[in-house]
């Protein structure tokens, strides 16, 4: 837009010029404004006095005569200038030119204007428009520049014939009459090339008061004379404001001396230029604006007048506000980035580096274009790098690597660059931009990670607990290349010092150290295991804690000055060694340092409590071998998913199996008793099922025919992967066995005596009870007597007494054989128990105590009870025993009703509960389990073995039997015995005495 508009102000500057002029300033524009390496016009007035063939060459050929360039247009496009394309192709001194052509008149009657470039897009669209624009303006202003030559010559001409002819007016008054004519022809149409001329100027006055732009022209001294009317109205200004130097008011007042001071320069010089000021609008308001000003000279080359145009950039001054801001953030952004960045030459040398780079390494931007950033990188690295680097300059691939960087401070970092290519748009490399980042923290992490798992891997696999303690103290000394390390373990039964690990320090200096008392305030690593802190001595020889402490004169005469001491725990927090380092100077522990303590006492922590784990490990392995022997105990792992099973050894010597032989379920099922496989696949269901299981007892038949008679524990458990395991213990209790068998058979013996003791206690009872059927007998014979002797005999009545007489004989008989059986020496049995029906027969028999005792009896029977399983009168004896105890406990109550309730009712897990509340004067609250105590009893006459028996009774019959003291008085006695059921009774052996079951018969063993 500014090159049409300043192609639009030529004709201003070409007004009352010259031919030549006009196509010197029309190349010269032409030259400036296109790509061109020629430019050429071509005039065709052969009658002009200015050449007919002219061109401007730029700098980037060899220039060649302008004739030359002309046969080349026409060999290529014909003599018809008007007939030639407005682009082509031309070949002028051998080098091929790409040419746009413009015809100066509509048919190219006045001349014709190439340009020509060696770039292949050349003439764009662009291009064209301007040299157009360009043509056209140069044709208004060659055909002013005719017409006034012609006029010139005209007049020239005519004043030539006046004085030619002044001599001969009188003898050619014909012939001058007609010159005048000839003359007066001549100044119309001179005339007619002002009017022209004149319409010609108010045309380009109005254009320039039309163009989008600000245009202007001065004096030579840079006085102004004409403002567009487009400035005036922006500006708001009238031509005679802007006139002179008016034009100043509308310009910034922040601006004016700049503008002024250029535009001095400009008229000093003689050469044009640009400038830049914000200029007010007629609104009030600043907009920026490039003032553009070039110079018209005359044949002599002197100034004749300044033409300029005003062009607004206003948003393009905004934007490049906004990318100089951008551009500014971009750095701050570039410098604070956390990390060294870079940029390099498509050579890969290195031409910038981030503010943070230049702080870190101390670099400026002059040592980098020295080559100071080679002497940043190790020594050791730099030959890797560059090679790597260069041969990714070579290949264009990015580029990544790590290396040690040189710090400000001498030191060296680990880091790792990355660096990467940028391409123009044909694919050519022409800078890298790179980012380096400080990786010291991973390098050491990756490097504590190594150690930390050869040290683990060395626990793991079981080495020795000195071999890793003296790995430890090694990768320690490796990370703080002055410290020296020992670990000292300790022997808290003794609380001592029991040795100390130390690779690196000599024998005589840790060698005193075994055996010393950990207590004490002198010693800096007793302090440390006392105390659980870290313990820093700084200057053992100068810090006056230790003075007096014997350690100070042992560290120094070793040549060391500082002692760091940190106690190593366990998890429970027990204090298990102390981790000491030493140095030769005086010093402090670092955060590095305290990170690598922290680590190492981790490690020795887990090494030190392995190593004691696994010492009692072995023992417990030891302890629990010799207690299954002992205890003739085994045990074994069931997988269900696989069927796999694993036999201790000593379950091996149950089994009497081969311990190197493997176990299947078969072998089991060819050891377990025949009687006993079906209860094994039940309970083994259970267990596939999910169930654990609280105990069972089975028997094995070894290959001899010998029963054995085991007792198993277990449980499932569910492992994380949803996989199941039976895990169980398996006890040999055959001989135990055989001794509750014999001693079933003594309790049996002793309970049968107990039970004859009672036979006095209840005579008095068995007395009465028998006594009222037979006084009934003896009523009824006699009344049968009286009413057969009778005249008539009174035979019915008889036959009745006689039904009477029988009923009571029963009774009577009844009584003596529940009696019998009660005291009877017979061998128990298993059948199904009406427990309501047993307790009222109890009951009856016990009567006669109770009226005699005044204890009023309240049954409290549950209706629809089950029956029970177990033999009646072990059962009976039970509840009898349980009620002579009641009544014995209210012998002494006065005070209230010596109450007694009998109650039944159904219990938990398929039970039957029987209890027996009395309200006697109770007992204390240590004596509830001394109760049933043999030989132990709360009365004076008592042998303290009757609720013994009758517990031992009730864990025959696989139930529970316990006492509670009432919330009120008294005591309440209960047991608990299963349900009958067909299964139950086809399998349960009870024994007078015994808590064993064979067959398998499920029990809850110390349930409830």
């Known amino acids: 837009m500014n090159d049409l508009v300043s192609l639009l102000a030529l004709p201003a500057i070409w007004a009352g010029g010259s031919p030549p002029q006009i196509v010197e300033t029309l190349l010269d524009v032409l030259v400036a404004m296109l790509p061109v390496d020629f430019i050429y016009v071509r005039l065709f007035d052969a009658d002009t006095e200015w ?9 980037s050929i060899v220039q060649v005569k302008p004739e030359e360039i002309g046969r080349a247009l026409y060999q290529m496009f014909g003599d018809a200038a008007s007939k030639w394309p407005p682009s082509g192709q031309i070949h002028i001194g051998g080098v091929e030119f790409f040419a746009g052509l413009a015809l100066l008149g509509l048919q190219g009657e006045v001349g014709v204007v190439v340009t020509g470039s060696q770039s292949s897009d050349f003439p764009n669209q662009t291009d064209g428009l301007l040299l157009k624009v360009a043509a056209n303006q ?7 520049a005719r017409q006034l030559g012609e006029q010139k010559r005209l007049a020239s001409e005519l004043d030539g014939r006046v004085t030619e002819r002044t001599g001969e007016l009188v003898a050619a008054n014909q012939t001058l009459t007609q010159e005048v004519e000839d003359r007066r022809r001549t100044e119309e149409a001179l005339r007619r090339s002002e009017e022209a001329l004149a319409a010609s100027q108010h045309d380009l006055k109005l254009i320039i008061n039309t163009i989008p732009a600000l245009a202007w022209a001065t004096r030579p001294d840079g006085y102004t004379e004409f403002l567009s009317q487009h400035y005036l109205d922006y500006a708001g200004l009238s031509a005679e404001q802007g006139q002179g130097w008016g034009w100043t008011a509308a310009i910034h007042p922040d601006d004016v001396t700049g503008l002024l001071a250029a535009w001095n320069t400009f008229l000093t010089s003689g050469e ?5 000021a914000r200029l007010r609008g007629s609104d009030g308001s600043y907009r920026w604006f490039l003032l553009r000003a070039n110079p018209t000279r005359d044949e002599r080359g002197d100034v004749v007048k300044w033409y300029g145009v005003n062009v607004d950039i206003d948003e393009r001054k905004r934007a490049e506000e906004k990318a100089i801001e951008a551009e500014r953030e971009l750095q701050r952004t570039v410098d604070g980035i956390p990390a060294l960045v870079g940029a390099f030459a498509a050579d890969g040398t290195r031409i910038f580096i981030n503010e943070r780079g230049r702080e870190f390494t101390g670099l400026s931007t002059d040592d980098l ?59 050519k490399v022409i800078r890298w931009y790179g980012i380096s980042h400080d990786i010291e923290g991973r390098k050491r992490a990756e490097a504590f990670v190594a150690s930390e798992k050869h040290l683990l891997e060395m626990i793991a696999s ?6 890793v303690l003296s790995a430890l103290c090694v990768f320690v000394e490796d990370a703080a290349p002055d410290c020296f390390c020992d670990v000292h373990l300790i022997n808290w039964s003794s609380s001592t010092f029991e040795y100390a690990v130390a690779p690196s320090l000599s024998p005589g200096y840790i060698a005193p150290i075994a055996g010393m008392p950990v207590d004490g305030d002198l010693l800096p690593c007793g302090i440390a295991a006392y105390q659980k802190t870290q313990v820093v001595a700084v200057d053992m020889e100068s810090d006056p804690r230790w003075y007096t402490s014997p350690v100070r004169l042992h560290v120094l005469k070793h040549g060391y000055r500082s002692v760091w001491s940190t106690p190593i725990c366990s998890r429970e927090g027990r204090v298990l060694a102390t981790f000491c380092i030493v140095q030769r100077k005086p010093a402090s522990p670092s955060p590095h340092h305290q990170d690598l303590i922290a680590h190492a006492t981790q490690i020795a922590s887990i090494a030190i409590e392995r190593s004691l784990i696994e010492a009692a490990l072995r023992r417990s392995e030891t302890l629990l071998s010799e207690a299954q022997r002992l205890s003739s105990t085994g ?23 081969d311990p190197n032989s493997a176990v299947t379920l078969e072998r089991l099922r060819e050891r377990i008793h025949a009687d006993d496989l079906q209860s094994l696949s039940a309970q083994m269901a259970r267990v596939r099922a999910g169930q654990s299981y609280l105990g069972y007892e089975i028997r094995l038949r070894m290959p001899d025919s010998r029963v054995k008679y085991l007792r198993t524990f277990g449980r499932v458990i569910r492992h994380q992967d949803d996989r199941m395991e039976c895990l169980t213990a398996v006890q040999d209790v055959t001989e135990r066995r055989q001794a509750e068998e014999a001693l079933g058979r003594a309790r049996s ?17 068995i007395a009465h009870e028998v006594s009222q059927p037979l006084s009934g007998i003896i009523t009824n014979a006699s009344t049968c007597l009286r009413m057969l002797a009778a005249d008539p005999p009174n035979i019915d009545g008889a036959r009745e007494t006689a039904r009477r007489t029988i009923r009571d004989g029963n009774l009577a008989s009844d009584v003596i054989t529940r009696l019998r059986a009660l005291f009877s020496k017979r061998a128990p049995t298993v059948q199904s128990v009406d427990l309501n029906e047993a307790a009222r027969e109890v009951i009856a028999l016990s009567s006669g105590d109770l009226q005699s005792s005044r204890v009023v009896l309240q049954p409290e029977f549950a209706e629809g009870l089950p029956l029970v399983a177990g033999d009646r009168v072990q059962l009976q004896q039970v509840i009898m025993n349980l009620l002579r105890n009641a009544v014995d406990a209210m012998n002494g109550v006065d005070d209230r009703p010596r109450k007694l309730t009998i109650k039944t009712e159904p219990d938990e897990d398929d039970h039957v509960r029987l209890s027996v509340r009395d309200s006697g004067t109770g007992f204390g609250p240590d004596n509830a389990e001394r109760l049933f105590e043999p030989f132990y009893t709360t009365k004076n006459e008592g042998m303290g073995m009757g609720l013994s028996v009758s517990r031992s009774i009730i864990e025959s019959h696989c139930g529970r039997l316990w006492a509670a003291a009432n919330d009120g008085p008294g005591v309440t006695f209960t047991f608990s015995v299963p349900e009958y059921s067909r299964e139950r009774s086809s399998v349960q052996d009870v024994s007078v005495g015994t808590a064993s079951a064979v067959g398998g018969v499920r029990r809850s063993v110390g349930a409830r």
């Not at 063939?53 to 700098?59: D, G, K, L, N, S």
């Not at 044009?272 to 830049?276: H, K, L, R, T």
């Not at 796999?644 to 199996?657: D, G, K, Q, R, T």
């Open 51 to 59: 050449p007919i063939e002219i061109a401007r060459f730029a700098h």
């Open 138 to 144: 140069a044709v208004v202003a060659l055909q002013g």
């Open 272 to 276: 044009g230029g640009e400038a830049e």
């Open 369 to 427: 274009a020295g080559g100071g950033w080679r002497s940043t990188i190790h020594p050791d690295d730099i030959e890797l790098e560059e090679r790597k680097w260069y041969e990714c300059v070579a290949s264009g691939e990015p580029f990544e690597h790590e290396y040690r960087v040189r710090a400000s401070d001498g030191t060296y970092r680990w880091h790792i660059a990355r660096r990467v290519p940028v391409h123009d748009k044909a694919g």
């Open 462 to 467: 079981g080495s020795l607990l000195r071999d």
């Open 635 to 657: 045990a074994f792992s069931w997988r269900l998913d696989t069927d796999e099973i694993a036999f201790s050894e000593e379950l091996y010597h149950i089994f009497e199996l």
């Open 749 to 765: 013996e002793l309970a049968h005596v107990t039970r004859v003791s009672s036979l006095g206690v209840l005579t008095a009872s």
